[in-house]
């Protein structure tokens, strides 16, 4: 099975960007890229998702490479508030139905005064 | 607009008590979902609903019961709890089957 991979964790300075990295190499066809994220005693929270085209949101933007195999969620202003768990979700276990979603371990995002 | 609500938010169960879940959402989603969440293990389906009086099994089923008799609650109930149900436990909603998620904020859960 084709496995998402992301680094355990990483930090970056409030106010200064913060950019998680995704790599999806088996990832085709029609299959989304979805984030999401989970700060500490609360449910996870959808960010965003996107296809072929980059995509932003009021919460973040989201890169996704020509070949499709690797994304970048951009947080362009990181606050502490942001400090969480991000799951990029695996596209090729995710058909389309969330009964088939799976979130794997995410990379845990410091935020540092 | 509550979104997802989840009750109770802590419970503390000895072994082989019953207890019931409860999960409601004002969005009039058609999907809802159960998760538990464990240290390590990350977010794993228990059962899902897609539509009123309908449920569906989901990663790990066993030992836990839902029912969906109405369209905004989804209960997921213990029969008989066991110290392996201690976790941390989450409702989730959604529009249609690949919309995103709506999580509540989780029902921490001891048996002991």
């Known amino acids: 099975d084709a496995k998402t991979t992301q680094p355990t964790s990483m930090d970056c300075a409030e106010g200064r960007a913060a950019n998680l990295p995704c790599n999806h190499s088996?990832?085709?066809?029609?299959?989304?890229v979805y984030w999401y994220r989970q700060i500490h005693s609360q449910g996870p929270q959808y960010i965003i998702h996107?296809?072929?085209n980059n995509e932003t949101n009021e919460m973040a933007s989201l890169i996704i490479t020509e070949d499709r195999k690797s994304s970048t969620l951009i947080l362009p202003h990181a606050t502490l508030r942001d400090t969480a768990v991000y799951y990029c979700?695996?596209?090729?276990?995710?058909?389309?139905?969330?009964?088939?979603?799976?979130f794997g371990k995410g990379i845990t995002l410091s935020v540092r005064p | 607009n509550a979104g997802v609500t989840q009750t109770p938010k802590f419970r503390v169960l000895k072994t082989g008590q019953s207890m019931t879940l409860l999960c409601a959402q004002d969005m009039n989603h058609e999907y809802m979902y159960w998760y538990r969440q464990d240290p390590g293990m990350g977010l794993r389906l228990i059962h899902y609903s897609v539509g009123e009086g309908t449920t569906a099994k989901g990663e790990v089923p066993d030992g836990y019961n839902v029912s969906r008799l109405k369209k905004q609650n989804f209960l997921l109930g213990l029969e008989s709890a066991a110290p392996s149900q201690t976790s941390v436990y989450f409702c989730a909603s959604s529009y249609r089957a690949d919309s995103p998620l709506h999580f509540g904020n989780g029902t921490r859960l001891t048996v002991t």
């Open positions: 996107g296809l072929k």
């Open positions: 979700i695996d596209p090729s276990n995710y058909t389309g139905a969330n009964s088939k979603l799976t």
């Open positions: 088996t990832i085709s066809g029609n299959e989304y």
